[in-house]
């Protein structure tokens, strides 16, 4: 069992390493902030960078858990300052955009994030998950987006955006919040890529599959799931911090997009079927 789920791991996620002399002469001496740098993929991140000689501005809620990163990391090449905020409050959001100020800023990681699982008909009375949900993951990037332009501009810098395969495929029943919110993001900053390219700064998104972190934990199907290791989805992120493409998605995604348009019909039927189901 364990051969065969290795097998479909290389098959759906053949990642090569990062080249880490090209990454080193990408960043070297560079400012890169990264949200959500506590747990799972910023955290991952995190480590990845770590040995580059650059300044890393980590954001999160859990004050603790960034100090044991820092601490963790005290050894390595980057130089690391924290900010504890919730970037959902808009006034921790406008002190850490404030704190920013005297920082030159190279690139902008946009990785905190917050999913919701759960029916419309269990949400009737549960307005703040969508509150949350678009306050973290639409609203508190698009903020520190129009703050950091004016850097970015000077330092010909890079905006990643940290998405989900989910944004390019068919919605699916129960993640109404978590999609909303994500595609949200996703949509603006589409619209806003072909004026900030003009600028020069690069905007890159990585559409990740699932990655085996907290934020899946709750979700019981997808422990059967074929998932990335969150080290995995780290090195996405720096290869497309080397390559500056425009995005990365799975090789398989486009079989899924197809799918989305071909058999929406069904998609619609097989969602309705599974509701039913679960009554
Ligand atoms: N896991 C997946 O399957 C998957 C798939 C595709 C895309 N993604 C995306 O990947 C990104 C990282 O997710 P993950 O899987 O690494 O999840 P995770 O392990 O739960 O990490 C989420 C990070 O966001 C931070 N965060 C959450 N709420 C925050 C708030 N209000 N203010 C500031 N920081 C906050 C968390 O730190 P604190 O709790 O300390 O604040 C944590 O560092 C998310 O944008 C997610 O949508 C994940």
Redesign the pocket.
Known sequence: MKILTNLLNCLLFPIRKPNFCQLEQCLRHKTIII?????????ALCHLLSDIECQLIL????AD??QLIEQSLSNKKAKIDLFC????DVEQLDSFIAYLASYHVDVFIN?????ICRPIMQSLDRMHDFERTIK??YL?PVKLCLALIPKLQQSKGHIIN????NVLLAPTVNWAA?QAS?TAFDQWLRCASSELENRQIKVSTAY?????????APTKIYKKLP?LQ?CQ?ATIISRLLVSQKRQYKPWWVIIGQLASVIFNGVWCKLNSYYIKKKQ
Do not use: Q, W
Request: hydrophobic residues 50%; aromatic residues 4%.
């Open positions: 949200t959500g740098a506590s747990f799972g993929i910023g955290e954001v999160a809620r859990t858990k960034l905020a919730d970037l959902r990785n905190a994030g917050i999913s973290l993951n508190a940290v998405s989900a395969i978590y994500k990740l599959p699932l990655v085996k972190t907290r934020m899946i998932a969150p989805a």
